[in-house]
């Protein structure tokens, strides 16, 4: 098959290049900067802003993919509530390109989402739950949920959460963050009123894999297990790699007056995609081993 993955430089983009490449797919990247990081793998990479329509539906028409894999998007919540319009275009504007295009060629989309969609006043959430952003960063990503479903294409929407794992040159994620902070010896503080679960990258890129291999369509939540606060998420990693957990203090989500409000008792109920891609995500003790080893290599 020909999958085209749109931020092929980022955390998933890379994780799903390594993944996608065992099943004799033909591999296509787009991403903002000049060059692909992981290029061996690629049959061709473009250097290409997805907010630009004509130059990105010229470039999904020119690959003819069979599946593209949206993953580009502009992740940092509070840059999202103070700069609307440029979150609007990442998250909203590069998905309504990305359909135009997809409309031409007849591509099935698999459109990368997030738990953000929802409240926070009852989770976990299952696929079925009634969406009610409460940032701008989830009103974008459930805006562009919203365009897919009513674009009469193949699509799947795959909703994760705390995203972490190895790449190069990525953006810090909250677990690659903590473990510099820790090392380095400075104290941290962090929220104790955030609930959730979260999720190596491998897993969400393996269950993504599923989802082409089986065609399977509709929404996934695909996270790894084991539902906790954002403190207690920290002790653990501490712990597990064996840092010492005094520098970790709690505080609660107010007091950090930050610009976009968050979704405090979050997380993700996991049963249907496990069921329906026959997988069993990882445990927090199995994804932190993961990590520390690909850490090490
Ligand atoms: N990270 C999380 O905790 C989390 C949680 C839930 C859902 N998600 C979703 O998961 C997906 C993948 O996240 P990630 O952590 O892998 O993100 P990431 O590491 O930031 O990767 C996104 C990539 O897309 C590129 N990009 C952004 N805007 C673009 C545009 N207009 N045209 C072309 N490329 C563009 C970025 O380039 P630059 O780096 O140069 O901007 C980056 O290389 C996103 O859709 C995100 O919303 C993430």
Known sequence: ???????????????????????????????????????????????????????????????????????????????????????????VLTTENIIKASKKTGSKVIFISSDYVFDGKNGPYSEEDLPNPINYYGRSKLAAENMLRGSGLNWTIVRTIVLYGIGINTRSSFVTWLLRQLRTGNTVQIVNDQWGNTTIVDDLATGIERITMLDRKGIYNIASHDYMNRYEFAVKIAEFFDLDCGLISSITTSSLNQPADRPLRSGLKVDKAEKELYISFRTLAEALTLYKKLENN
């Open 1 to 91: 098959m020909k999958i085209l993955i749109t931020g092929s430089n980022g955390l998933l983009g890379q994780k799903l290049l390594s993944v996608l490449t065992k099943d004799t797919n033909e591999l296509y990247g787009i991403d903002l900067a000049d060059k692909a990081i992981v290029n061996n793998i690629l049959h061709q990479y473009e250097c290409l802003n997805l907010t630009n329509t004509k130059t990105t539906i010229d470039a999904i028409l020119g690959i003819g993919p069979d599946i593209i894999i949206h993953t580009a998007a502009t992740t940092a919540v509070d840059n999202c509530e103070q700069e609307k319009e440029l979150c609007w275009n990442s998250n």
